[in-house]
């Protein structure tokens, strides 16, 4: 069945940074859309960044673009967020998702079929 994997979450000061991953497995990762969304107590989940199948197109909420980047490497089936000058705001579980429909690339976490299990970002003050 399809797996998603988060890792590299932890706690840091602001300003620092922090680089999670997200391993996938049982499906065709190369084919797929994928994104990162995050989720603070008592908010639904909201969108960080996502990456088109082939990496061509990357795709950025505002409160993030600047500071956060998206990559993969689908021959390891993996994709990346690094995210540097964190702030106290970015605090919140980090999950990583993908979305099977093939379709033109999409901001809202109800279109993800799949998802991590998330990892936990903690940005001090």
């Known amino acids: 069945q399809v797996q998603l994997v988060e890792s590299g979450g932890g706690l840091v000061q602001a300003g620092g940074s922090l680089r999670l991953s997200c391993a996938a497995s049982g499906v065709t990762f190369s084919t797929y859309n994928m994104g990162w969304f995050r989720q603070a107590p008592g908010d639904d989940h909201m969108f960080v960044a996502g990456i088109r199948w082939n990496g061509g197109s990357t795709y950025y909420s505002d409160s993030v673009k600047g500071r956060f980047t998206i990559s993969r490497d689908n021959a390891k089936n993996t994709v990346y967020l690094q995210m540097n000058n964190l702030r106290p705001g970015d605090t919140a579980v980090y999950y990583c998702?993908?979305?099977?429909?093939?379709?033109?690339?999409?901001?809202?976490?109800?279109?993800?079929?799949?998802w991590g299990q998330g990892t936990q970002v903690t940005v001090s003050s």
């Open positions: 998702a993908l979305d099977k429909s093939h379709s033109m690339f999409r901001t809202e976490p109800d279109f993800y079929d799949y």
